[in-house]
């Protein structure tokens, strides 16, 4: 982590200047990430072994959901327990059988296959990683538990040598949990349905807070790989630039014993010139006439250059290289301003989702490959990871491919707190100072927690005011905002960072989408996991994608940019685009007014079926998503120059959500249909996007480049 200096105004020449900026511009502050979780390559010392195919599943769908544990089914093989179907990894489990009930299935699903180790792994470290599973995940390697993960999206891993024969096959058993609770990302509930004249005994239903399938189930890829014993654990790179010079800091992290080490880092660049070095293990490495990182927008001739950070670490155990790519680039909030290698940069966005028939949100290449095509086609320079972060394979196109990456973590739809918690919540701020109430929330504010000591407290000492039923609700913790929640979205976003802070696509994080930041609760909870992640990354712009309005949120004081939905047209005034101009102006320059940050507007959107057509329009028409998109489009206009930064349409492509009364076969606000095949809207975003690539005169952008149709 650094802490920077942005300007040094003194009168000397460019490389005497360039030697002072780097001595002060990169003050190391305190490693908060205390281990690395680097994506599995191969190199001249490590070895991959991937574990995807088809592995043996079964849905442990007993009454109390639990007998596969009372039974003991990590104990044996999984068609020993009961019979097993062949199932796929990567994908999500719900839409591979005919099975309604494994479709819509809640509780532990079971997954096991067997593997034999290669021999001449012996005596290297071998761990077992996870590109994700949906969500709370326990692993075990011939019958012993190795590890346990909590939430989906992002990768987990173990050391498993113990574990493992090199002289037999050995066996894998994978129990994942799609349940989500009130402290859950993204949270959720479990309702009982209690009238025995209506439901079945201990029936029950998952409710959603989001509005997205609850896909699940082994959605990336499990690989076995194997390092030296002593071994790179972590690198963070940060880039900063300085006229044509690159200045790339770097910390590297190693594992293993301790022993006498020593470290080769090289910048290697795509032609494979080392074109800096060092041996630290914590250093500024000057790369002159360096090649910056830029969205194909902004130099369609060469985007996204990427170097490779070339680790060498030598020690009495044996040599580990770990190739790390990354680009040189900076990304500022100056005034209004986003800036990316300090030039303008306006998003032409879109939102997205993990989505797609059959394999749900299970990772599928050709998928990658062809939205990427799209979001080129279309002229989009940016993209959202609505709601939850994405496969890292994914990740690694838009850092190679020059598409920016606002990265958001699976904090989508946190707002359920009770009656009882609100007014134990106003309670507890009596004795709570406004200074603890937001610096310490997390220790001193446990106060507000629904803890049985408290709560007794509390009850004795005011017994008129908190009556029984208060009580009552306070244990079934019901809320997203307490303590375990946000001990837990403070874990969820430093796994995001350690995953995605050396990728230059990344140019914004954003902690969570829509939360109910109307609710007083929600300034110490936000300001607590926002100041978090700037904590860990002093590089990147922090927000949330806030949907309330500029007089009632609390959180947004806490943010660097705006991020705002808004659906006027659509869930407010139906039908009357005639209104969209004057009410998303009117919102937004409250907005900026009020805080004067940049603004993007994060999502805009209207369901559509294709093929229906209606002039004049009416809802659900082609014509009616193309003409209410215009009007925010004429919106946009009159701000983007000024402190709008950027739109992002919602949504890329229609995808599948929870069955609802308001979903037809899922969220049709898709420009292109699930299948990818483009809407009347496609068509007009391709105009207008393309359109102002051309016409934004950003210093490194030359000439026209685009067929605008
Ligand atoms: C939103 C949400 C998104 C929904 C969308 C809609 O504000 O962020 O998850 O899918 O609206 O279509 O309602």
């Known amino acids: 982590m650094y802490a920077r200096v942005k300007f040094l105004h003194i009168n000397m020449n460019s490389f005497q200047a360039l030697a002072i900026y780097v001595m002060v511009a990169l003050v190391p502050t305190s490693a908060v ?3 690395g979780m680097l994506y599995p390559r191969s190199s001249e010392s490590r070895s991959l072994f991937n574990l995807d195919g088809m592995w043996n599943f079964r849905v442990d769908a007993s009454p109390s959901r639990n007998d596969s544990f009372d039974k003991k089914w990590y104990l044996q093989p999984l068609d020993k327990t009961g019979s097993v179907i062949p199932m796929p990894v990567p994908s999500s489990y719900n839409d591979i059988t005919q099975d309604k009930s494994i479709r819509d299935f809640v509780g532990w699903a079971w997954y096991d296959r067997q593997f034999y180790t290669p021999a001449t792994w012996n005596s290297q470290r071998i761990v077992l990683r996870f590109g994700s599973a949906h969500y709370y995940t326990i692993v075990w390697v011939n019958y012993q538990e190795v590890m346990r993960h909590d939430g989906g999206h992002l990768p987990f891993e173990a050391e498993v040598n113990s574990y493992l024969y090199f002289d037999r096959v050995n066996r894998v058993t994978v129990a994942v949990n799609n349940t989500l609770t009130s402290t859950t990302l993204p949270p959720g509930s479990i309702t009982y349905k209690a009238d025995p004249n209506m439901y079945p005994p201990g029936y029950f239903v998952q409710d959603l807070q989001m509005d997205f399938f609850n896909y699940a189930g082994i959605h990336r890829h499990v690989t076995l790989y194997s390092t030296p014993r002593v071994y790179v654990d972590d690198i963070t790179i940060v880039t900063d630039i300085f006229k044509e010079n690159g200045i790339v800091n770097y910390t590297i ?22 074109v800096a070095s060092s041996t630290k293990n ?25 170097y490779t950070l070339r680790v060498t670490l030598v020690s009495v155990n044996g040599t580990d290289v770990y190739r790390q790519p990354f680009g040189i680039r900076t990304v500022r ?17 879109v939102n997205k ?11 599928d290449y050709a998928l990658i490959a062809k939205d990427f095509n799209l979001m080129k086609w279309l002229g989009a320079n940016c993209f959202r990871t609505s709601h939850y972060p994405y496969a890292e394979e994914l990740m690694d196109q838009a850092d190679q491919q020059g598409i920016v990456v606002i990265d958001e973590s699976p ?4 707002g359920k707190i009770s009656k009882a918690a609100t007014k134990y919540y106003k309670l507890g701020k009596l004795k709570c100072s406004k200074r603890s109430m937001e610096n310490v929330y997390f220790q001193e504010c446990q106060k507000h927690q629904p803890n049985k000591r408290r709560i007794k407290e509390q009850v004795k000492n005011r017994k008129k005011k908190v009556k029984k039923k208060m009580k009552s609700e306070f244990f079934k913790r019901d809320e997203n905002f307490g303590n375990v929640s946000l001990a837990h979205h403070l874990e969820v976003m430093e796994e995001l960072v350690r995953r995605d802070k050396n990728r230059p696509s990344v140019i914004i994080w954003s902690v969570a989408n829509e939360p109910a930041t109307n609710k007083p609760i929600a300034e110490p909870y936000f300001k607590t996991v926002l100041n978090h992640v700037r904590s860990l990354d002093l590089s990147r712009p922090v927000t949330f994608v806030c949907n309330q309005n500029f007089n009632n949120d609390v959180a947004i004081p806490y943010v660097d940019i705006i991020l705002v939905n808004r659906y006027y047209g659509w869930y407010s005034d139906t039908g009357h685009t005639e209104l969209i101009q004057r009410q998303l102006e009117y919102d937004f320059r409250q907005w900026h007014q009020k805080y004067a940050k940049p603004m993007i507007l994060s999502e805009y959107g209207a369901d559509t079926v294709p093929g229906i057509h209606r002039d004049p329009s009416f809802v659900f028409s082609e014509e009616y998503q193309v003409e209410f998109l215009q009007e925010y489009h004429q919106a946009l206009d009159t701000m983007r120059r000024d402190f709008v930064v950027g739109e992002m349409v919602w949504n890329f492509a229609d995808f599948m959500t929870a069955q609802g009364i308001t979903r037809v076969l899922g969220n049709r606000k898709g420009i292109f249909t699930r299948d990818r095949q483009p809407k009347m809207s496609a068509h007009v975003l391709r105009s207008r996007y393309l359109n102002i690539a051309n016409n934004t005169h950003y210093s490194n952008f030359e000439g026209t480049l685009y067929f605008v149709p």
């Open 33 to 35: 990430l205390d281990r």
């Open 253 to 274: 992290k190693t594992g293993g014993p301790s022993d006498q080490i020593s470290l080769k880092v090289e910048v290697v660049d795509k032609d494979e010139k080392v």
């Open 282 to 306: 914590q250093s500024s490495l000057i790369v002159h006439n360096a090649r910056y990182w830029w969205p194909y927008t902004m130099n369609p001739k060469m985007p996204g250059y990427m």
């Open 333 to 349: 909030v100056l005034g209004s301003k986003l800036l990316i290698n300090q030039d303008p940069f306006y998003c032409l966005g």
């Open 353 to 363: 989702h993990e989505d797609f028939d059959i394999r749900g949100k299970g990772l």
């Open 411 to 414: 904090g989508v739809g946190i």
